[in-house]
């Protein structure tokens, strides 16, 4: 080894102390993150981490790059650079696919409900607690006491106890979205992503919906919603992040966040 290269400082890409701390705590660590399309920096830089067992909520403006970065955590879409790690650190996200990921423990719920309108739904959610939901001429066969326990804990969480024997196509729209909010906790993930949950709901059901997600949430599973209702922002109570032009433009309470100047001009005072 030369003497220039054994005075060369560490590589910029080692984390420093107080990184590799937040690192080792993070369920799911950011850093730097960028992506882009055709030139277009849809992620600038990002960076961002979640505690196991927090609820954050991301809002921000269209194009801010919500959409992207739940693409980038869920390997739909893989970063130019930056890390991406969860589970403190042992696993490298932007390494692995989407089935993999999920597998790991990360569910996604999308905007738009995707329920089997034609089966009951009670079905809908054994099928997705088998997690074989093309496997619909078995699903009928003998059940464990503690799937069924689970099933009725499930809908105990998702208000649709009373509505299990109903076709899913019959549930109004926010009870088909949280009939799949129960069929990606019957997969019992560490992390859930959730893409503006209460988007078409009716006032009460936006209200039931953010004390479910909190419910959810304490029962030991991390949530990260993305939402532009302010209303409900505000009912989950949580800390709260404003993404712009692919970065974090603030964070902390929503009162933190909706008093930031920035935040004020290019989202809220629109
Ligand atoms: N596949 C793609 N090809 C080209 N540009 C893309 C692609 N996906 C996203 N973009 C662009 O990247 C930017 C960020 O988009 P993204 O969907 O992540 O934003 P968003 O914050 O989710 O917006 P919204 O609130 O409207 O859903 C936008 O300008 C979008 O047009």
């Not at 609820?55 to 991406?84: F, H, L, Q, S």
Request: proline fraction near 4%.
């Amino acid at each position: 080894m030369t003497d220039t290269a054994m005075l060369a400082p560490s590589t910029p890409s080692e984390p420093a102390p107080a990184e590799k701390k937040e690192l080792t705590e993070a369920l799911l660590y950011l850093d730097a993150v960028t992506v882009t399309f055709d030139g277009f920096r849809a992620l600038n830089a990002l960076s961002f981490t979640v505690d196991p067992g927090e609820m954050r909520a991301v809002i921000g403006p269209n194009g801010a790059g919500k959409t992207t970065m739940m693409d980038v955590i869920t390997g739909k879409t893989r970063p130019d650079r930056g890390d991406v790690f969860f589970n403190g650190g042992t696993t490298d996200l932007t390494k692995l696919d989407e089935t993999q990921i999920a597998t790991l423990g990360i569910g996604r719920k999308f905007q738009k409900p995707t329920v089997f309108e034609n089966h009951t739904v009670l079905d809908n959610l054994r099928l997705a607690l088998k997690g074989q939901r093309r496997a619909l001429p078995n699903i009928f066969h003998r059940e464990s006491a503690a799937a069924r326990e689970r099933i009725d804990e499930i809908f105990e969480t998702i208000r649709l106890t009373e509505h299990r024997e109903r076709l899913g196509g019959a549930l109004s729209h926010g009870q088909k979205q949280w009939l799949e909010i129960g069929m990606l906790l019957a997969q019992d993930p560490k992390l859930l992503l959730v893409d503006e949950p209460v988007a078409g709901m009716t006032d009460a059901e936006t209200a039931q919906t953010a004390e479910l997600l909190r419910e959810i949430n304490a029962n030991g599973h991390s949530v990260v919603v993305v939402e532009h209702d302010m209303t409900f922002v505000r009912d989950l109570g949580v800390r709260v992040m404003c993404l712009h032009e692919g970065s974090v433009l603030a964070e902390g309470t929503l009162d933190q966040v909706s008093a930031n100047e920035r935040v004020i001009e290019v989202y809220l005072g629109r």
